[in-house]
């Protein structure tokens, strides 16, 4: 599978619907993609929770930091809409899977560019959860003009 053939008012109800994101992969490096796709996320009104074991229990974008899905998911349980994901491809089924055990409201799974698992995104769409593969909502936001 391919990724999911998604039209622009796809992407726009998704994007609409979200509140609460969770990146994983999150960098406090300023000059990595993660920590600018969070930051202008964030600018935009989302709530965004940063997931990364190396920094968890820091604070950034006024969230405090969480080692893993599951620690976020003990936590704030259905809070979450989104998991974008900023892993190498091979890595992003673990992601999915430990979303799909620890978020029960997740409504959607977001790969970034080059972020490409079709077994995973057919786990998640067969869960109910819509995917986005081998995209940036930072990318997407200003070209469809949200």
């Given at each position: 599978?391919?990724?999911?053939d998604?039209?622009d008012?796809?992407?726009?109800?998704?994007?609409?619907?979200?509140?609460?994101i969770?990146?994983?992969g999150?960098?406090?490096?300023?000059?990595?993609?993660?920590?600018r796709?969070?930051?202008f996320?964030k600018?935009k009104?989302?709530?965004?929770?940063?997931?990364n074991?190396g920094?968890a229990g820091?604070?950034?974008?006024?969230e405090?930091?969480?080692?893993?899905?599951?620690?976020?998911?003990?936590e704030?349980?259905?809070?979450?809409?989104?998991v974008?994901?900023?892993?190498?491809?091979e890595?992003a089924?673990?992601?999915?899977?430990e979303?799909?055990?620890h978020?029960?409201?997740?409504?959607?799974?977001?790969?970034?560019?080059?972020?490409?698992?079709?077994?995973a995104?057919?786990?998640?769409?067969?869960?109910?959860?819509?995917?986005?593969?081998?995209?940036?909502p930072?990318?997407?936001?200003?070209?469809?003009?949200?």
């Amino acid at each position: 599978m391919a990724a999911p053939d998604l039209s622009d008012d796809d992407i726009r109800r998704i994007l609409a619907r979200t509140r609460t994101i969770a990146v994983v992969g999150w960098s406090p490096k300023p000059d990595r993609p993660s920590h600018r796709v969070a930051a202008f996320l964030k600018a935009k009104g989302f709530r965004v929770i940063p997931v990364n074991p190396g920094q968890a229990g820091q604070e950034a974008l006024g969230e405090v930091v969480r080692a893993s899905l599951e620690a976020l998911g003990a936590e704030i349980g259905g809070e979450v809409d989104m998991v974008d994901i900023f892993r190498r491809s091979e890595e992003a089924g673990a992601v999915v899977d430990e979303a799909l055990a620890h978020l029960p409201g997740v409504k959607t799974v977001w790969m970034q560019l080059g972020v490409v698992d079709a077994a995973a995104a057919a786990r998640a769409q067969a869960a109910g959860v819509e995917v986005v593969m081998d995209r940036c909502p930072a990318i997407e936001m200003p070209r469809l003009g949200m």
